[in-house]
């Protein structure tokens, strides 16, 4: 079936470092790839999405690549700021049905 | 304003007794979903609608029901809740299935 694995943390990191949460998924043929994050006490917001295989997503300068080959969407940022503190979740919608699947999300603490 | 909102945000209950969360939306989206988050398994699917009457299970939906009478909203009922139904419940929504889901901000529920 399909599924999604993220490392669950938690990740700690000082300002002003650089980020990496791994993604990986199951599924078959070409699911369109997400990145949601969870800020304290508010609901999941899009972060970034890819729909195609070697499409790259950004936003807010987070970027994720969609790897097909390695079957992979690694969130990356090159400098966190506290603000960047929350739960960030990958997830798949399948290319043959219309449910999303979401991995176990990760949570960030980003130190002055 | 417009969006996606969830009451009570905050529930406490008993075993057995029944509860009611409501979820409505302003947009006219066609698509709502119904998750649950617990920690170390990420968000599971409850139940999903793609129009006014038109509902299904997703992952996890023995004991909860669910209707949608009006486009706009999509409660979610636990008809005898149990203390395993103790967690975070997210309402999100989405103009056609398979795009981008917007989340309402949560209900935490705890089942005595």
């Known amino acids: 079936g399909n599924s999604v694995t993220q490392m669950e943390g938690p990740v700690t990191l000082s300002e002003e470092a650089f980020l990496t949460i791994n993604c990986t998924y199951t599924a078959t043929g070409y699911p369109s790839l997400f990145w949601y994050v969870q800020y304290p006490g508010e609901g999941l917001q899009l972060l970034l999405k890819a729909t195609k295989a070697d499409d790259k997503g950004s936003n807010k300068g987070f970027e994720a690549t969609y790897r097909k080959e390695t079957t992979s969407f690694h969130l990356e940022k090159g400098s966190v700021q506290v603000s960047d503190s929350a739960v960030y979740f990958c997830?798949?919608?399948?290319?043959?049905?219309?449910?999303?699947?979401f991995g176990p999300g990760t949570r960030l603490s980003v130190l002055p | 304003d417009a969006g996606i909102t969830q009451s009570p945000r905050y529930k406490i209950t008993e075993t057995g007794r029944q509860v009611t969360l409501m979820c409505h939306q302003t947009?006219?989206?066609?698509?709502m979903f119904w998750y649950r988050q617990d920690l170390g398994h990420g968000l599971r699917l409850i139940y999903y609608?793609?129009?006014?009457?038109?509902?299904d299970k997703g992952e996890v939906p023995d004991g909860y029901v669910v209707s949608r009478s009006k486009t706009e909203n999509f409660p979610l009922t636990l008809e005898s809740a149990t203390r395993s139904q103790t967690s975070v419940y997210f309402c999100?929504?989405?103009?056609?299935?398979?795009?981008?889901?917007?989340f309402g901000p949560g209900t935490r529920l705890l089942v005595l």
């Open positions: 997830a798949l919608r399948p290319s043959d049905g219309q449910n999303f699947v």
């Open positions: 609608s793609a129009a006014a009457d038109i509902t």
């Open positions: 947009w006219s989206h066609s698509y």
């Open positions: 999100a929504s989405s103009e056609t299935s398979g795009v981008t889901q917007y």
